[in-house]
């Protein structure tokens, strides 16, 4: 007997009692054996051929659903705990990740969303970016003018070691992949001078530009509390079909989040700052 506090009495209540369901379901079971042996032992005494072939196939047939049934209820309800059970802990750990979207095609992400949605942060690590830095430029020449957000673009250095690297696997000269990084770089330098040039802006935005040497891993965006990881292929083919990572911050310090954004600071601690 189980025992709950009413004011300052303990008074008595009842056990929980199998629920009905499951009970006239196993009896329905038994009955189903029972009465499936019964049924046997009467085919085993007929002397009418007929008969008794009859009585015998009702008798597996009446057996054989009952234990089909036991075996259905037993196992399957296991294997769909089991399987409801695996996804709970699989969806726990991605949210641990912080990870939000998948995607295998750069094409699907939107990134005026993420940028008009940005208040106070916005890092841009590049080997270039001509063709995003191009069609993105606008939103962040809206955050520039009419926020308050920090943005810091981290190019790589036309003296980065990994120059002749970088342009055999974009098959092209070092030359041009110089010339290419210059004139991203005078894209993201006129809008800072045009920045300068609004005297009356009431805003406390800003513009950085920094130079790194570090290796091109990906590219990576962070935009406030998220972050949008970029992989590169390991061949060099021009592709649209780019493995990519879009991760929140989950205020843990061991999420992917917090994982990148040392990786950013750490590559601007070792990166060289531009006077723009």
Not at 144 to 167: D, H, K, M, T, W
Not at 253 to 264: A, G, M, S, V
Request: with cysteine.
């Amino acid at each position: 007997m189980i025992y709950k506090m009413k004011g300052d009495k303990y008074m008595k209540r009842p056990q929980t009692k199998q629920e009905p369901s499951a009970l006239v379901f196993w009896l329905t079971i038994i009955g189903l054996l029972a009465f499936g042996l019964g049924l046997v032992l009467i085919s085993q005494k007929t002397t009418n051929e007929f008969w008794k072939a009859t009585w015998s196939n009702l008798a597996s047939a009446i057996m054989v659903a009952g234990i089909f049934s036991a075996v259905n209820e037993k196992l399957m309800k296991d294997k769909l705990v089991e399987l409801i059970l695996s996804k709970i802990k699989l969806k726990d750990r991605i949210d641990k990740t912080g990870i939000e979207e998948v995607y295998t095609d750069i094409r699907d992400i939107d990134y005026r969303y993420y940028l008009k949605d940005a208040k106070n942060f916005i890092d841009i690590i590049h080997v270039y970016g001509r063709t995003w830095t191009t069609n993105n430029l606008d939103e962040i020449r809206e955050k520039l003018f009419y926020s308050n957000c920090q943005i810091r673009i981290i190019l790589v250095s036309p003296e980065s070691i990994f120059i002749e690297g970088l342009a055999n696997y974009y098959n092209i000269s070092p030359e041009e992949l110089k010339h290419r990084i210059s004139e991203v770089t005078k894209m993201w330098t006129d809008l800072a001078e045009e920045k300068n040039r609004r005297k009356k802006s009431k805003t406390t935005s800003s513009l950085k530009l920094f130079y790194h040497k570090g290796q091109p891993a990906s590219s990576l965006y962070r935009i406030d509390e998220r972050i949008i990881n970029v992989q590169n292929k390991f061949s060099g083919m021009r592709s649209k079909k780019l493995p990519t990572i879009v991760c929140r911050n989950t205020s843990q310090t061991d999420d992917l989040y917090e994982n990148f954004l040392k990786e950013i600071e750490d590559l601007i601690l070792t990166s060289d700052e531009l006077t723009i």
